[in-house]
């Protein structure tokens, strides 16, 4: 079994930044995601990588604004947000999986955190 604990949601103005946290504990995974939803739509994939070789994906909506990086030493996953919109207002979900490939699918993650709020305003 794999734990996800999310940190770091909030409140903030469009422009600002956040910072997410998500601490891996339990079985080794190789490719970490984050993911959201916002009430009434469907969650979507944001970001991913993998721990080997540090590949990275990103959803077109958030490129150039939020960056995913890792620190092994503690088994951490971060999402640096930066220029924050209002439309970035959702849930953040982490997710793991053990498997590198299909990185923006939700259902190829077996492992979810409980996901920590985002909220944005104009």
């Known amino acids: 079994q794999v734990q996800l604990v999310e940190s770091g949601g909030g409140l903030v103005q469009a422009g600002g930044s956040l910072r997410l946290s998500c601490a891996a504990s339990?079985?080794?995974?190789?490719?970490m995601g984050w993911f959201r939803q916002a009430p009434g739509k469907e969650r979507e994939f944001v970001a991913a990588m993998t721990w080997t070789d540090t590949n990275t994906n990103y959803a077109d909506s958030v490129k150039g604004r939020f960056t995913i990086s890792g620190d092994n030493a503690k088994n951490t996953v971060y999402l640096q947000m930066n220029s924050l919109k209002p439309e970035d207002t959702a849930l953040y979900y982490c997710a793991a999986k053990r498997a590198r490939y299909y990185m923006t699918s939700a259902p190829t993650y077996p492992y979810w955190g409980q996901g920590t709020q985002v909220t944005v305003s104009s």
């Open positions: 339990g079985r080794t995974t190789n490719t």
